[in-house]
DNA sequence: TATGAATGAGCTTTCATTCAT
DNA sequence: TATGAATGAAAGCTCATTCAT
């Protein structure tokens, strides 16, 4: 298996590189550090990648597949169309811990794009662009089954996704605080959402 | 007028600091390059920062001034304790854009939080946690008047920022795409956000 | 003086970087060994070069005002114009001690020249053409009082050039050697040529 | 057949190396280019030459059978001996064009031996030496026989070698200019130095 | 106080060389 | 014997910081 042990070099860079990059921004990283932790030869990173951005090209690629269709968006989706359910909430609850655990990566990954451009498109097509379109048919349906208002359906994906973020950063943030059940939380986010998109009898 | 005209090098230096930082990030900037941006000599810059991340801090000490109780949260407030109000809309939507021409900066500031823990320390407490209490303040009234459905205050206000944020970064990325008008775009985000808050009768 | 001190360092590091250049040639010299030799910090070198290359066209500069009409050239000349003229071989002689000294220096120009077009093209606009033309200029004059043969000028120019280094090297390399007298040798050297282009009566 | 595979895979290993380094010369070559060039792996010019230095001289050594008694050589040889000869300068001309081709390796090496002794030493001793005696010889004929001036032998041979030298390096350098027709160029040198070493009657 | 040349530690990157396959 | 991934020392270069003026 020479082809597996050689990616395996690669593997281990980019996992160094998620983990440095993550808790020192790029620029903050360097690329000792990444050998290091990667337990490889400095010169060997730059077998595998060009340069230092490459690298982090390298993670994107490989974060775009498994963020590409990323299960909670299924789940969530799959909670739209057919509204609120219980035994859906506690499965989005679960994976949004997943999410939480890449947090810093998809920090970093958000942030760098402002200054890589092919970051940026790259994480445009391949990563937000795929989630909302998925997103904003689930609530299309809805909307066309008059279930839904009839507002613009990207708007409320992002509305959905933003809050669930939010949620996310503030879990982060305040993490030390008195907060309430993070289950509940949860459901609390989705009902507001799902309440302020739901039409009335005699909306549009 | 000497301390007037020292402070003002000191004003050049931040507001370049602000530019680069914003363009390059953090660590991506060089004082270098704050210093030509600032028409001031590299040296000065240590004459009124000890180091480059006390550039970053006198940035947030600059920031959290404007930024503490921004006029566009008082205007939220405001509309949440008296309902939705169209002369409201408006003068939030006039905030918010002036929100978006400094979002480099907060982006900027938000990120490098995860780095900087005095600088994490300072938002949350002089930016995030101001601003939570105000809005976390009137949703609680509209509670107390059962006008709210007795969700956890905190959260509904992140949700409501989060919200806002999310459209904010979205208008940003996909901004040669065809969207809604602005206008119309901020009141069906706050629509869905009051109407997802808001009481049923049996509530609670 | 304060202009003078500041390019004293750059004439210090220039210093340097001949030596160091044409000891080790300019791949094989590092920026390290220019910087102690030079005896100042390794970043002070690119704070007046921008790149390593630069260094050696920073040389190519300075060289081209010692070298664009060496005296050397200029007694040549004058001794091709005039005949023979035993005074002027004893300033050659004494110019091309000069020189001798500086060819580690010009054997460095010449083979750099052959990887760096822009050095190539300072060479040989500024150095070799105007040296070539001074001296074709003295042959010229010659041919039409018809002294020197009607062969081609820069050719025959070329031929006492190339003679002299010639001889010039042979002495750096066998200079163990029993060698003649070097001022004889010389004289032999410039009969050979002096000879080599007189015109017989009936030439032409 | 392995030793004659094996040797013809150093061969390829020595030509690709001659390629390089006379492009980029020694220290600017890299042996991951020689190797590409060669057609074989990195690692496999570690097998036949123990460092990089040690494929310069292998070149030297595969030189040193081409250029040991270089038929130009033997040629301006008999061209000496006998007076001259239009048969032995059209042949001379010929033998000069190899020597051209060969230009790029001839400077690399005569350059390279002011950095290595071992080069030096092998170039001065198979190369140099060799065909400064074989001129040296036919021209100390003609001094006996009273038909060249009773000069230093070997300083006539180095007039007649650098003169053409300093022909062909011309060539290369003012390519594109207006220049006579090369074998008439070639006759003029070659008559510049028979007329410059031919005794007058009395001479001596 | 403001300057900007100098600093030197540390960065990214290169490359001759090694060695398990 | 040939391979090419891995190595790590050392390269060129950057940049926050200092300090004499």
């Avoid at 020479?2 to 620029?27: C, L, N, R, Y």
């Avoid at 990444?34 to 690629?61: S, Y």
């Avoid at 996310?168 to 309430?180: L, N």
């Avoid at 009902?191 to 739901?198: A, E, S, Y």
Wanted: hydrophobic share 45%; with cysteine; proline share 1%.
């Amino acid at each position: 298996m020479e082809i597996a042990e050689a990616s395996s070099t690669q593997k281990k860079i980019i996992d160094a590189a998620i983990k440095v990059f993550s808790e020192k921004g790029f620029e903050g990283a360097t690329t000792s550090e990444i050998a290091q932790e990667a337990g490889v030869a400095e010169g060997t990173i730059f077998r595998h990648f060009d340069t230092k951005k490459g690298i982090l090209q390298g993670i994107l690629i490989s974060a775009v597949t498994s963020f590409q269709r990323p299960q909670i968006m299924v789940s969530l989706a799959r909670m739209i169309e057919k509204g609120e359910d219980h035994s859906c909430v506690s499965m989005v609850k679960e994976q949004l811990d997943v999410i939480e655990q890449q947090l810093p990566l998809l920090k970093l990954l958000f942030y760098e794009a402002q200054f890589h451009t092919e970051v940026q498109e790259i994480i445009l097509e391949k990563i937000a662009r795929p989630i909302l379109d998925l997103l904003s048919q689930s609530i299309g349906k809805r909307k066309n089954m008059r279930e839904f208002r009839c507002f613009d359906s990207n708007l409320m994906a992002i509305t959905l996704i933003s809050s669930l973020w939010g949620y996310v950063i503030w879990k982060q943030i305040a993490s030390e605080e008195e907060t309430i059940d993070e289950e509940e939380a949860l459901i609390q986010v989705l009902h507001i959402w799902l309440k302020g998109v739901q039409a009335n009898l005699h909306d549009c």
